[in-house]
């Protein structure tokens, strides 16, 4: 396999500090540790999370994903100067995440404002086979003159969410002098989190103390010129968001022991190892033009490792992953309709645990349900770890009136119901699991097609949806949203096929059959454009080029209200262009492409989540430059040069766009009733490769411009443009024989 990609920081700059502590953030599902420096900058933010464990602050506040105490600060003097780069010079500069192995390295030469010379290098890794395990390995070398090296670090639990703090400190200790443990708890909870963390220097005088939440540790050493002082730092972080086990203080504290005897270099090679597996499973690779276009698929992929709760089915993936405070570490739609389908088509067992989170909070949202007055599953738009309503009642205040203004989404966006009911369908024509579909699939696909039966207005012999948001949530509280009706229909429609007639209600056959016939969906108008909803063609045009230039940035809520926004045709991302990527068979092409068109001046691409899937539904209809660009585009949110597009995290759902926009745009895949590939390469790409798992059979696929290679685990029949192919072992088509 050709070697992972790396991603670079180009230069130190004050003003990207937050940027790069996301982007080259570690995580392996279990925790995430923003890639912040070791020494201080007040525009850096620090982060350390662990997957599932929130906390409410106060009463007017919303659960949120806590920000545990810090581990990575180290305050550095040399020869009594303050180690940072705000002064003195720098005189080399690299800093770089290594994509295949997770390890973050920064060298420099500094040269102090006294004219000393210091090589600093520091590497640091969250383990991916020992999830508590977080290693850092500082090397000082003084280059003109014998140094003395002062270092203080250790845990400091003076760390909030932003000024929130969500901890108590229940214990600290140090064991042998040398084995600090912080032990803190979830306030109002038994739930606690073990921190120990072990700095060896070598021959350095050491002193520990606590001293307002922070347990520090101290050491100073003499270090001759050329030589080099080395500091190994190995935490141990431990947390079970449901239940603490009783001896974690004894237990965290022999494992750090058993990870600081093993020494970093060793705790690195078992870890890589692990990640390896990783790549086997999942790696694209591609032979292209612009190695831009791999980074950012390795980039993707790295993430997605570092964002998935593989261990704890009852975490999901939250909007921004492990890699900030953003959306307080929700879970949204991101996860069924964007980083779902990776894990669907390459590790399906993955995918299963991610329904099966929605499975767990089913009560929170039959409850929902209940008390809005509808049937069957209502899910809270903005999740946590117990499946009730996170979604924060207001969002921003205005300063000038006191007046803060309400989030509608967890009033009315309900898509995200048949949203789930579309992910459990998507599982399992892909994956054949028919166990899933007679147990929690099938419960979920039950209760969310009952919410749909309660949720209609009946006019004129049809059945309408009256009051919803779609996911352009530009345009609020509207009737018959194209995306909403359809997806419901399908949710329904797939309930009554799929799931076990046991779970039926006595009526739901008979009124699942009505609410196929008579809803009311929006039809094509004579040039061949779904409208988005029932008022959407009625609104007046603006022209939106000044904002689409800053997409993400939503700056026309600077220039007119949000009511003003509802009232014209303005488009945070476009309904019907997420509806053809979903429901592909829905509409032909001539209808897709011509949608497509004609909301495109209408849209701005404010969500991230808007520009891939455009260019997905493009390449289906065989707009190939178009296709090309807005990938590239949707590479960018994250990668691209705006300084503060990733200070609050990751778009966690832009990291499975990348991916999807490659393997469903460009390679073509598909699945309805069998699996077909459709490729068209974009100029410049000579080969595209990646495995896929389709109903068990493990594949691998190489497309190139003319030719698809591929080998099977099992015989497989499968659909290559217009024809049908059979399989065994391995195989080489040319497209043009399928055409
Ligand atoms: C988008 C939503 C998305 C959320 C979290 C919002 O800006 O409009 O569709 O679920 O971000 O990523």
Redesign the pocket.
């Given at each position: 396999m050709k070697p992972t990609t790396t991603l670079n920081e180009p230069s130190f700059n004050p003003q990207t500090l937050d940027k790069y502590a996301t982007l080259m953030a570690l995580g392996n599902g279990y925790l995430g540790i923003r890639a912040t420096h070791e020494e201080s900058y007040s525009l850096q933010t620090r982060g350390m999370y662990l997957a599932g464990l929130y906390h409410r602050a106060g009463k007017r506040d919303v659960t949120e994903l806590i920000n545990l105490p810090d581990v990575v600060g180290m305050h550095i003097e040399l020869d009594g100067v303050i180690f940072t780069l705000l002064s003195g010079d720098m005189m080399t500069w690299r800093r770089e995440l290594a994509f295949s192995s997770g390890e973050v390295v920064r060298d420099v030469v500094w040269r102090a404002p006294n004219g000393r010379r210091y090589h600093i290098e520091s590497r640091r890794f969250l383990s991916a086979a020992q999830k508590p395990l977080f290693a850092m390995r500082l090397a000082i070398t003084p280059l003109d003159y014998d140094a003395h090296i002062s270092l203080s670090t250790g845990i400091d639990a003076t760390q909030t969410n932003s000024g929130r703090q969500h901890l108590d400190e229940v214990s600290l200790r140090v064991y042998d002098e040398r084995f600090l443990q912080g032990v803190y708890g979830v306030q109002e909870s038994d739930v606690k989190v073990a921190i120990g963390c072990h700095c060896a220097l070598t021959n350095a005088v050491h002193r520990v103390r606590a001293v307002n939440r922070k347990l520090v540790q101290h050491a100073v050493s003499q270090v001759a010129l050329g030589e080099t002082l080395i500091v190994e730092k190995i935490c141990w972080i431990e947390g079970h968001p449901d239940e603490t086990p009783a001896n974690i203080e004894q237990t965290s504290l022999h494992a750090l022991k058993a990870a600081v005897a093993a020494g970093y270099d060793a705790l690195l090679a078992v870890s890589c190892k692990a990640l390896a597996q990783w790549w086997a499973q999942c790696r694209v690779t591609l032979d292209c033009d612009d190695i831009q276009d791999q980074r950012a698929l390795d980039f993707a992929l790295y993430h997605l490792h570092a964002m998935t709760p593989f261990h704890d089915e009852r975490a999901s993936i939250a909007?921004?992953g492990l890699t900030g405070e953003g959306?307080k570490g929700?879970i949204?739609?991101?996860t069924e309709i964007f980083l779902l389908p990776f894990y669907v088509y390459t590790q399906p067992e993955v995918a299963r645990r991610l329904l099966r989170y929605r499975w767990h909070t089913l009560p929170g949202a039959l409850e929902k349900a209940r008390r809005c007055g509808y049937e069957g599953a209502l899910f809270p738009?903005e999740s946590a770890r117990t499946g009730e309503e996170e979604t924060p009642e207001f969002a921003a205040i205005n300063i000038r009136t006191g007046e803060r203004q309400r989030v509608a989404?967890a009033l009315a966006?309900h898509h995200l119901v048949a949203d789930i009911a579309w992910a459990v369908l998507r599982y399992v024509h892909i994956t054949a699991d028919d166990a899933f579909l007679q147990g929690e699939g099938g419960e979920l696909l039950y209760q969310t097609a009952c919410f749909w039966l309660s949720r209609t207005t009946e006019v004129d012999d049809h059945l309408d949806i009256h009051d919803v948001i779609g996911?352009?949530?530009y345009t609020e509280h509207v009737n018959n949203n194209a995306f909403t009706n359809y997806m419901a229909l399908y949710n329904v429609a797939g309930a009554l096929k799929y799931c076990p007639r046991s779970l039926f209600s006595a009526d739901f056959t008979a009124r699942a059959a009505r609410f196929i016939a008579r809803l009311r969906l929006p039809e094509p108008d004579p040039n061949g454009v779904l409208p988005q909803d029932d008022s959407f063609f009625s609104k007046p045009f603006i022209d939106l080029r000044r904002y689409q230039a800053e997409p993400g940035k939503q700056t026309i809520l600077l220039d007119y209200s949000r009511a003003e926004v509802n009232e014209m045709q303005v488009l945070?991302?476009a309904d019907a262009v997420m509806l053809f990527y979903l429901q592909p068979w829905l509409f032909s092409e001539a209808v897709q492409e011509s949608s497509l068109k004609w909301y495109l001046p209408r849209t701005i691409h404010?969500?991230?989540?808007s520009k891939t899937v455009h260019g997905i539904v493009a390449a289906r209809c065989n707009l190939a430059d178009m296709a090309y660009r807005f990938w590239r585009e949707g590479c960018q949110i994250d990668l691209g040069d705006d300084p503060h597009s990733s200070d609050e995290g990751l778009?966690?759902?832009a990291t499975g766009a990348i991916w999807l926009g490659v393997i469903e745009g460009f390679a073509g895949i598909s699945v309805t009733d069998e699996l077909c590939i459709a490729p068209r390469l974009p100029e410049g790409w000579r080969t595209l490769r990646f495995p896929l798992c389709y109903k068990g059979i493990r594949l691998t696929i190489a497309l190139t411009r003319t030719h698809l290679e591929m080998t099977a685990s099992a015989p497989l029949t499968f659909r290559l443009f217009d024809k049908a192919v059979s399989l065994t072992g391995q195989g080489r088509f040319a497209y043009q024989d399928f055409i």
């Open positions: 909007a921004k959306y929700h949204f739609w991101d738009w989404s966006e996911p352009d949530e945070k991302q404010d969500s991230s989540l778009h966690a759902a």
